[in-house]
């Protein structure tokens, strides 16, 4: 349990994804089974254990502290988990050994409500205060480590030298603690064979157009689609079992009951999850994220945002695994048997012709319909193929909205930016104009080269009215302050922030040095572009 | 005699009447008494100052040899008489050379405690618990969130971040006096060897330090090259905490920042400092100590200044101890 404890406390305090990676491979590296596939259950969110409530924790402390002192420490600490771990009477007992990580999973595992407080307490006499909080996060859900489930997969990968694509499609059909898997990646014996049905199937991914990249290209060689603004997910159904994947390989079943429960035929689907009805009416980004990150969907939720999907592609019909045929014939098959499925709940994404480059600039600039966000290019030719292969695929964007905005709030980054002020918060004018005042919209930290970066810092150094902790308040006034163009993907309204929009994917495109802080942009600017 | 009568606090600091002097006064006075060189604790600028010799020296390195316009030492143990009123210093484990005075008139005798601690530390003498009718107690970690784990335990994890993380270059934060003599020789007791860089801010005090015979092992100064690729690779920095966030740390290589600080306990306060890497590691008592030591100083009555007064003030009721907040200002809690 310790190693788990500290990898835990080594993690949430690593700014970089790379440092995270060496911190989990070397964890896989020198833990043993089945220790090591319960840590890889715990951080991809694979274990629940229901018997355990943060309220039961509260009781047990308060029958061994004084309860004055305990509200000093937990008001001081600020956080529950963390507080009680800290001030657990310590065991003089150095006779019991702590517990091994795979002893408290699989005590966890079998705990009755009845029983738990007794079990739970035995187990911190047991344990020093960075295990207890181990404990107690796992016990109780949610790690928050800043560590996704994909990036533990990555991790694997490394650590084993396999492509994540190879674990992904395995993920679904293993159990913790895992052990054949570790197996595999060691060396020590075959790739695990999956006997569960409707499995992930890494998806295929499309690089940006770039500069130049298109002159080079036969637009003959291409067909092109829209490119819908919803989430990109995959639709599985084998031998009855039915399952929705993220584009990651989350299982988002449970999300989405409406979609799969319509979903009869024994295929893997490849496409745009959107609200509304096909050919009725297609919902913006912002409706669907009423359906998002749920674990659970109301009747009342299924009626007003109901989902279809938007099929792009065919990646297996019964025990045919269609991956290898080129994109065209996929496409051909997709487009015969869609046709047995619910019309409210599956349609085809429709084809864009065109004849050259240019024709196909024109219908970019204006999409039929206000949720198409650009086009995506697929070789006619094109094998389905895992990860981002470059040449095959292409997005081509609509162009980003801008607005010139002006630096309010600059924050310390993290590792190796820790010694700049890298993340800005920036604001636009609002109320009448000679009295207007600034109002935050935003917050971006990339999108500068190291170079401006420098300067930002010097200029936040040269300009700070005050000072709370890592951020800095800039002088921000019509007279003086730093405009910066700020590019955006897309407006929804928000009641969280003050202005009352919320800026999808933001970035600095530009540094207006040039630009008098009083011309940056007013809120009203903004609010024209929210869509309905 | 009223406690009250023999100490007291006062805007300046902990005032006694009878001896007409303070106790790490805030302010400049007459008479001073200094239990330890910590700048909050020692400070420039009083007339007449008495401490152990060590502590003066340390006043003399910081301040210049003109810091007062008289000076005396006193030995641990030692008993001097200033008007009717006798003091002695016991040492105290925080620093090199730090001192809990005793102060006795009339059969009543206080015992101020400056700033201690219990855990074993091989850069100063151990603490020495002292008997008195009032103790007067630190209490910057004052809860019983506050334990202390085993000081090598966590050296240890720095070491084994060095092998780890090869090509980043470790920056510890630790405070010049005491905290970076005490993390440099316990890294050297867990067995590091290389020579460890040091920040300027920390070169005169790691000098006396070892020419009071402290082993530190090999030091250089951390910004004496210029133009290094890769600086600090795989190196131990040790620098004052002040320098997380600075332009001075861009010079490294891919620093990782480090803090040895009793408060790095916290999560949230090493995330706020943007530490990658936190070291429990203080030169003040923890919950365990204080509630320990006021014990083994068999006070009827207690005195809990700079930090968490109210917890420790809380147990002392719930253990039939008589016990008030003193409410001195001007230190530094947050400083370790």
New interface residues.
């Given amino acids: 349990m310790q190693r788990f404890a500290d990898l835990l406390d080594r993690l949430v305090l690593t700014p970089s994804r790379n440092g995270k990676l060496r911190l989990l491979a070397d964890y896989f590296r020198t833990v043993p089974d089945p220790d090591r596939g319960y840590a890889l259950a715990a951080l991809t969110g694979g274990l629940d254990f229901p018997a355990v409530k943060p309220a039961m924790l509260r009781t047990l402390i308060s029958e061994r502290m004084d309860e004055v002192l305990f509200a000093y420490s937990y008001d001081y600490v600020g956080d529950l988990a963390e507080t009680i771990s800290l001030v657990w009477p310590a065991s003089h007992d150095s006779e019991t050994p702590p517990p091994a990580l795979s002893e408290i999973v699989e005590t966890l595992a079998r705990l009755g409500r009845a029983e738990a407080p007794t079990v739970i307490a035995g187990l911190l006499d047991r344990l020093d205060p960075s295990a207890r909080f181990a404990l107690i996060k796992l016990a109780t859900g949610g790690l928050r480590i800043g560590v996704s489930a994909r990036l533990a997969k990555q991790a694997l990968a490394a650590f084993g030298d396999r492509d994540v694509g190879e674990i992904e499609e395995l993920w679904h059909g293993l159990e913790p603690p895992y052990e054949t898997l570790f197996a595999w990646l060691e060396g020590k014996a075959e790739k695990p064979v999956s006997a569960a049905r409707a499995l992930y199937r890494p998806v295929m991914l499309a690089h940006p157009v770039g500069e130049g990249d298109l002159e080079k290209l036969d637009p003959g060689d291409y067909a092109a689609e829209w490119k819908w603004d919803g989430i990109r997910v995959q639709a599985a159904c084998e031998d009855g079992v039915k399952r929705l994947y993220s584009r990651t390989g989350d299982d988002i079943s449970g999300a989405f009951p409406d979609l799969l429960a319509e979903f009869d035929a024994e295929m893997t689907l490849d496409g745009e999850l959107l609200v509304g009805n096909p050919g009725l009416k297609t919902g913006t980004f912002s409706d669907l994220q009423q359906r998002l990150n749920r674990k659970t969907v109301s009747k009342k939720m299924l009626a007003e945002y109901p989902v279809f999907l938007r099929c792009y592609d065919l990646l297996q019909i019964g025990d045919d695994d269609l991956r290898a045929l080129p994109f065209a014939e996929r496409r051909a098959i997709l487009q015969n048997e869609l046709p047995a499925l619910s019309e409210h709940r599956f349609d085809l994404s429709p084809m864009v012709g065109f004849s050259g480059w240019e024709e196909l600039e024109e219908k970019r600039r204006n999409p039929p319909h206000p949720v198409i966000e650009g086009v995506m290019l697929k070789r006619r030719d094109s094998a389905y193929v895992p990860g981002r292969p470059k040449g095959p695929w292409f997005k081509w964007k609509r162009d980003p909205f801008t607005v010139d905005a002006v630096l309010m709030y600059a924050q310390r980054g993290h590792g190796k930016r820790s010694s700049y002020y890298s993340d800005y918060t920036f604001g636009v004018w609002r109320g009448p104009d000679d009295a207007p005042e600034l109002v935050p919209v935003g917050k971006a930290y990339f999108g500068f080269t190291d170079e401006e970066l420098k300067l930002i810092d010097k200029y936040v150094r040269d300009n700070t009215v005050e000072r709370f902790g890592p951020v800095r308040s800039v002088r921000a006034e019509p007279g003086h302050g730093l405009v910066l163009e700020v590019a955006f993907e897309g407006l929804n309204r928000s009641t969280r922030h003050k202005s009352g929009v919320a800026m999808r994917f933001p970035r600095i495109s530009r540094l207006r040095w040039d630009k008098p802080a009083a011309e940056a942009d007013r809120l009203e600017t903004l609010m024209a572009l929210l869509a309905d | 005699m009223k406690p009250h009568d023999l100490l007291h606090p006062r805007p300046a600091g902990l005032y006694c009447p009878p001896g007409d002097f303070y106790i790490d006064p805030v302010r400049p006075v007459e008479r001073a008494l200094i239990t330890h060189g910590h700048a909050d604790h020692a400070r420039a600028g009083h007339r007449h100052v008495l401490a152990t010799g060590q502590t003066l020296d340390i006043m003399e390195l910081r301040y210049g040899a003109d810091f007062a316009e008289s000076r005396q030492a006193l030995a641990y143990g030692e008993k001097l008489s200033i008007d009717g009123v006798t003091v002695s210093f016991h040492p105290a484990g925080h620093v090199l050379g730090s001192a809990q005075i005793a102060v006795e008139a009339n059969g009543l005798r206080i015992v101020a405690s400056g700033d201690y601690k219990r855990h074993p530390d091989a850069t100063c003498a151990p603490f020495e618990p002292v008997r008195c009718d009032v103790f007067i107690t630190e209490a910057t970690f004052g809860?019983?969130?506050?334990?202390h784990?085993d000081p090598l335990n966590e050296i240890r994890?720095l070491t084994a971040s060095l092998a780890?993380?090869p090509e980043r270059a470790h920056i510890v934060g630790a405070y010049s006096l005491g905290k970076a003599q005490r993390v440099i020789g316990l890294l050297r007791a867990a067995g590091h060897d290389a020579p460890i860089l040091i920040h300027g801010a920390l070169a005169k005090l790691c000098n006396y330090y070892q020419g009071q015979g402290i082993k530190l092992g090999e030091l250089a100064p951390a910004t004496d090259e210029e133009g290094i690729v890769d600086r600090g690779a795989g190196q131990i920095i040790v620098a004052p905490p002040s320098v997380?966030?600075?332009?001075?740390?861009?010079r490294f290589a891919?620093?990782l920042?480090v803090f040895a600080s009793g408060w790095m306990?916290?999560?949230?306060r090493?995330?706020?400092r943007?530490?990658?890497?936190?070291l429990i590691l203080s030169d003040h008592a923890d919950w365990n100590e204080l509630t320990a030591t006021i014990r083994e100083t068999e006070a009827g009555e207690v005195w809990v200044t700079h930090g968490?007064e109210?917890?420790i003030v809380?147990?002392c009721e719930?253990n039939g101890i008589a016990a008030r907040p003193l409410n001195l200002v001007g230190y530094e809690d947050e400083a370790e």
């Fill in positions: 809860l019983p969130v506050f334990v784990p994890r780890q993380f997380f966030g600075e332009r001075w740390t861009r891919d620093p920042n306990r916290i999560r949230q090493a995330r706020q943007g530490v990658e890497l936190p968490r109210e917890a809380r147990w719930l």
